[in-house]
C-alpha cells in the first residue's frame, strides 16, 4: 500500500513563483526524502529530512515535518522552467526493511517561462 | 558522484519472452532495489538485495526474479515476459544496511512486451 500520498496531483505556475507540494503518510517513519523526475528519465534525491527535524533548506528548497500531523511540505522558491518536473516524497518505515523507501504518486509539476 | 547504470534505455520484447535487465553501480553500494513505474500507480518495489547472493520480495515479486553475484551488479528477469509488464524499470542503490538511506537511481529501461 502506498505510504506517501503527495498533493496536488499537478502544479502548474509561472517562472519567478514559488511552488509548494505536500506528502502525507500513515505510519510512523525514521525519515522522509523528495525526489524529482524529469520526464522518462531516473529520479534524483533532493533532500532528506529526519523524523527529529523540523525543516531543512538546500538551495531553493526548503522542506517541512510535521510528525504530528504525518505530513511533510516541499516548497521550491523562484521557481524555473528547469524545475519542471515530477516530485515525489518517499518515506522509511520506522523499523522497516533496511533500505526500503515506500514511493507516493508524485507531483507534477509545470514552471511556464 | 555514484553512477547506477541500467544496460538499455529502451527495449521491446515478443510474449513469452526470457528478458534480462542488467543495472550496475560503481560505489560499493550493499543495498540495490528493482522498481517499476506505471502511469497513476507511481513507484513499486519488486525486489530488493541488501548483500551479494541475498534477496527479499517486494511488494510485487510476482512473475519476476533476481540474481545477485557480485556486489555491483543486480539482474531483473522476467521469465516469460507478459503484456502487463509493459514498464518503466528503474534501479536504484543506497550505501549500507541502515535503515532508509537516499537511493541513487539509473536512467531507467522502458520496456515494451507485444
Known amino acids: 500500500s502506498q505510504q506517501g500520498e503527495e498533493d496536488p496531483q499537478a502544479l502548474s505556475i509561472q517562472e519567478g513563483e514559488n511552488a509548494t507540494m505536500n506528502c502525507s503518510y500513515k505510519?510512523?517513519?525514521?525519515?522522509l526524502q523528495w525526489y524529482r523526475q524529469n520526464s522518462g528519465r531516473g529520479l534524483v534525491h533532493l533532500i532528506l529530512?529526519?523524523?527529529?527535524?523540523r525543516e531543512k533548506h538546500s538551495g531553493r528548497l526548503r522542506v517541512t515535518l510535521d510528525t504530528s500531523k504525518k505530513s511533510s511540505s516541499l516548497l521550491i522558491t523562484a521557481s524555473r522552467a528547469a524545475d519542471t518536473a515530477s516530485y515525489f516524497c518517499?518515506?522509511?518505515?520506522?523499523?522497516?526493511?533496511?533500505?526500503?523507501?515506500?514511493f507516493g504518486k508524485g507531483t507534477k509539476l509545470s514552471v511556464k517561462p | 558522484d555514484v553512477k547506477v547504470t541500467q544496460s538499455s534505455r529502451y527495449l521491446v520484447k515478443r510474449t513469452g519472452e526470457k528478458v534480462f535487465l542488467e543495472c550496475v553501480q560503481d560505489m560499493d553500494h550493499e543495498n540495490m532495489f528493482w522498481y517499476r513505474q506505471d502511469p497513476g500507480l507511481g513507484l513499486r518495489l519488486i525486489y530488493f538485495s541488501y548483500d551479494v547472493k541475498m534477496k527479499e520480495k517486494g511488494d510485487i515479486p510476482e512473475g519476476y526474479s533476481v540474481s545477485r553475484e557480485k556486489k555491483e551488479r543486480f539482474s531483473l528477469i522476467l521469465e516469460s515476459a507478459s503484456t502487463n509488464q509493459t514498464s518503466m524499470y528503474l534501479c536504484a542503490s543506497s550505501l549500507s544496511r541502515r535503515s532508509n538511506e537516499k537511493l541513487f537511481f539509473g536512467s531507467g529501461t522502458q520496456l515494451s512486451v507485444l
Open positions: 518517499a518515506t522509511g518505515k520506522y523499523g522497516g526493511s533496511q533500505g526500503n523507501l515506500i
Open positions: 529530512i529526519r523524523s527529529n527535524e
Open positions: 505510519t510512523s517513519i525514521n525519515n
